[in-house]
């Protein structure tokens, strides 16, 4: 098959450098990609908010099926406008993409079909939220019903920091995401990710990650898009695991095909971990980013007929094998982000970080220019690794780190604290 890839973050480095080693896969093209990726596929330069552009490009090259990264493109709808031109596509339609793009919608399904989830309320005006947040009390949870990249939720510690958050959300600083807004109390307990492969109907579990959000070592400092994650999460164990499906991801397939938009893709569940057991946080409707960089190289089985098998409605028959090792991946980023960073810098000694054992490196703000590796933005390598535990995943990681020399980038030094401390 001739495959067409859209994004350019490590996450799509990890999917092409898995969908690359498939027998099923003759041609690989990503659009617009990054340096990491150029070495697995075809990078084109394609704008992914032009869909029209998209498919033309799909008849141009012959392309039997495309592999959406991303949940941008997702919610607007690729999957429908591929599928209406006749090529095969993964991942959600629009209105199944829902369950990221609008969080009212996510908490009132979970509401009908019975879901462990925060109690919460939509709103859309900031007289009815601020008064709903006085009656709740602190902390509490404020979030912009949108997708905004990360910034739209607010724990408040006070009424005042909550009453400020609803402000800023309908002062319109996030723009049409913040038309409206979910309120919901606050969970405490462990948080860790769940992924699930949907066809529709069934759910095939696939692993267990945690994430580190903060730019600092301790968890500290500002979020970020994530700086490092691991796989399997041990706080995730097979019960836990018996439950995410029975109490939550298969009630929202079922919920999602009674209303008519039956979710295909990948489901990925954010989920807090209570003493009463695991409540939904929210969905992602696509692989994460880092996690995928932890997912890929656990996967033993090929990749591409369990995408393709999603689409096709035929998961039921399919059986996927993990590798029993741990992984870890260490996300190295411009000095700077999430704030302003600089671009262009030289990255040197990949090669040589590569050639540690059970190290794989996924680029995701990176570009080639006469042959050197240049920084393009703000994360910008994912440096992975297998190992029998997480703490030897995280020893090689590091060692491979050691071996990298980019004077303009930092990383935490302490990706994968919380498992290797129950290891110990
Ligand atoms: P979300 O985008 O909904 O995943 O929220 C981003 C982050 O905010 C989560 O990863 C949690 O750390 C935190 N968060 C969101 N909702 C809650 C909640 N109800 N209780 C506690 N923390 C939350």
């Avoid at 092409?16 to 027998?23: G, V």
Wanted: hydrophobic share 45%.
């Amino acid at each position: 098959m001739n495959i067409l890839l859209l994004g350019s973050g490590g996450r799509e480095h990890a999917l092409a450098w898995k969908m690359a080693a498939s027998p099923l896969t003759d041609r690989l093209f990503c659009a617009p990609g990054n340096a990491g990726i150029a070495q697995e596929a075809a990078c084109s330069a394609l704008d992914l908010t032009d869909h029209a552009a998209i498919i033309a490009f799909c008849r141009a090259h012959g392309i039997d099926f495309v592999v959406v990264g991303p949940e941008a493109p997702l919610c607007a709808g690729i999957v429908d406008d591929l599928e209406a031109a006749g090529i095969k596509a993964f991942g959600p339609s629009r209105v199944a993409a829902q369950l990221e793009g609008s969080k009212g919608f996510t908490k009132d399904l979970c509401r009908v079909a019975g879901i462990p989830t925060a109690a919460y309320e939509r709103f859309h005006a900031a007289a009815e939220a601020k008064a709903y947040v006085r009656s709740r009390g602190t902390p509490i949870v404020v979030k912009a019903d949108g997708l905004a990249a990360g910034k739209g939720v607010v724990v408040a510690e006070s009424i005042g920091e909550a009453e400020a958050a609803i402000d800023m959300i309908f002062g319109g600083e996030l723009g049409a995401a913040g038309a409206e807004l979910v309120i919901e109390d606050f969970l405490s307990g462990e948080e860790a990710s769940f992924f699930a492969l949907c066809d529709g109907e069934t759910a095939l579990p696939l692993a267990s990650a945690q994430d580190h959000k903060r730019a600092f070592d301790g968890d500290k400092g500002p979020n970020t898009g994530g700086m490092g994650a691991y796989s399997p999460a041990p706080i995730i164990d097979a019960g836990t695991s018996a439950r995410v499906m029975a109490e939550i991801i298969q009630p929202t397939l079922r919920a999602m095909k009674a209303m008519g938009a039956p979710y295909k893709g990948v489901l990925y569940a954010g989920l807090m971990i209570t003493p009463e057991g695991p409540m939904l946080i929210e969905y992602n409707v696509r692989f994460g980013d880092p996690e995928c960089q932890v997912l890929m190289p656990r996967l033993m089985s090929d990749l591409v007929p369990a995408l393709l098998a999603s689409c096709d409605g035929v998961l039921k028959s399919l059986d996927l094998r993990w590798h029993p090792q741990s992984a870890l991946t260490v996300v190295m980023a411009a000095k700077g982000y999430p704030g302003a960073y600089a671009k262009g810098s030289v990255i040197e000694g990949l090669a040589e970080a590569a050639a540690v054992e059970g190290v794989e490196i996924f680029h995701a703000g990176t570009k080639q220019d006469a042959g050197r590796i240049l920084a393009n933005g703000g994360r910008v390598l994912n440096v992975s690794a297998l190992g029998k535990t997480v703490s030897e995943a995280q020893a090689r990681a590091y060692a491979a780190i050691a071996r990298i020399q980019w004077p303009e980038g930092y990383y935490r030094h302490d990706i994968g604290w919380r498992a290797i401390e129950r290891e110990k």
